[in-house]
């Protein structure tokens, strides 16, 4: 008898399930199952928009097979769906969502968690970790991966976080975003292949700048180099007209002027008049102590101020090789004028460009920068996945590595993640591969 109620049972919720599925394709999971098109979070409506009549289908997670033979993969996501940061997490869910359907695997779950919940978000947590989880993609930020690390070290769940920050790798916790340390190091290599010997940095004074202070000294150390000098500056509230004058050591240089026009105006001769009709249109004297600057803000903002107002210092962007980080990798790059001629390094943007457009047909809005790295683990995860419906974390850690829309990388067991980021160069409003 209990067997009979309990079948049927399970024919109504397949049933019901089946109808809501015709409304709705994608399945979502938070605390519940959640079949809805639209997210409600913070007043904040996340729409996530039908990707074709045959989208994923509803999974239900069969619990009495063998979890390592299992047909359905359990994939708990978490991302900022509210707060200040939620269309950073709508365009990474987005992301996730289509890479699922482009791989035709109807054979995952999505267990959604809100990191911008400051309230909810430990002790959503805690409840999904009494389900069967595979793995966990996200968070963004160093500090809530933290916060997952240490409620999840215990449960042996991988987790590849979207962070930059190579400082939080671990076993089993994988860095998925494009390191610092790689930007660096292919930058550097490139330029002093350029033959490029004298550098002034411009940081920001905080532990990100330190990172990056850290990592060229090592570089420098390595090969047996001693041409950098470092600016700092107040990232809460920078001084950009300041800071500039300190880079090009702008007030010695006016005072070497001033010496040098009255030692000319002493003398009496043709030459002196001549050079002195010269130096009287300049602002400083004498050559800058280095022949390229590299400027790794934290946001783009900072970047255009002081590409605006280095120039009026005498560091003039056609005689200075301006060298910067991926955060040039957006198309407000192309309209500062002082940035053209610069190169920075970046993950495969032609290919994120494709990534964008077939992002924008399915959504009908762009995708956050960020949202591609979504697109790849997941869709790796999914095609892995689909052999024999078996996915394991060492399954990632293949020899080869992986490309995905941001180019090559691959992914090791002590949290890893290598990756060849390539250089591009500004000019004339377009972007134009360099290595």
Known sequence: MYLKKKFILLITIFAFIGFLSCETPTNYQTETTTYNKSIKLDNKSINNKNINNNSLSTQILNEEKDTAQREFLNIVLMLPLSGKHYQLGKSLLNSAQLAAEKKNNKKIIFTIIDTGDEEQLLSRLYNVLEDDI??????????????????????????????????????????????????????????????????????????????????????????????????????????????????????????????????????????????????????????????????????????????????YYDVDPKKIQYIGSSLWAKNLSLK????????????????????????????????????????????????????????????????????GINGWFKMTSNGNVSRQPKIYKIKNQKFSLLN
């Open 134 to 311: 595979d793995i966990i993609i996200g968070p963004v930020f160093s500090d809530k991966v933290n916060q997952v690390r240490e409620v999840t070290k215990n449960k042996d769940i991988p987790i590849v976080a979207f962070s930059n920050n190579s400082k939080i790798q671990d076993n089993r916790l994988y860095v998925f975003g494009l390191k610092l340390e790689d930007e660096l190091n292919e930058l550097l290599t490139y330029s002093i292949k350029r033959n490029l010997k004298k550098y002034a940095v411009l940081i920001p004074r905080n532990e990100f700048g330190s990172r990056v202070e850290k990592e060229i000294k090592q570089f420098e150390s390595k090969n047996n180099l001693s041409t950098f000098n470092f600016t700092f500056y107040n990232p809460n509230s920078p001084d950009f007209y300041d800071v500039s004058k300190n880079v090009s050591n702008f007030e010695e240089r006016k005072a070497n002027l001033e010496k040098k026009i009255k030692q000319l105006e002493k003398e009496n001769s043709e030459k002196a008049k001549e050079e002195l009709k010269k130096l009287k249109k300049l602002d400083t004297y004498g050559e800058l102590n280095f022949e390229a600057l590299i400027i790794f803000a934290q946001n783009f903002q900072e970047v255009s101020n002081f590409s605006s107002i280095l120039p």
């Open 336 to 403: 500062e004028p002082g940035l053209d001629n610069g190169y920075f390094a970046s993950l495969d943007i032609d290919n994120r460009r494709k990534f964008e457009d077939m992002y924008l047909e399915v959504f009908n809005s762009k995708p956050h920068s960020l949202a591609a790295l979504s697109y790849d683990i997941v869709g790796l995860i999914s095609n892995l996945h689909q052999d024999k419906n078996n996915f394991t974390i060492e399954k990632l850690h293949n020899s080869n590595g992986f490309i």
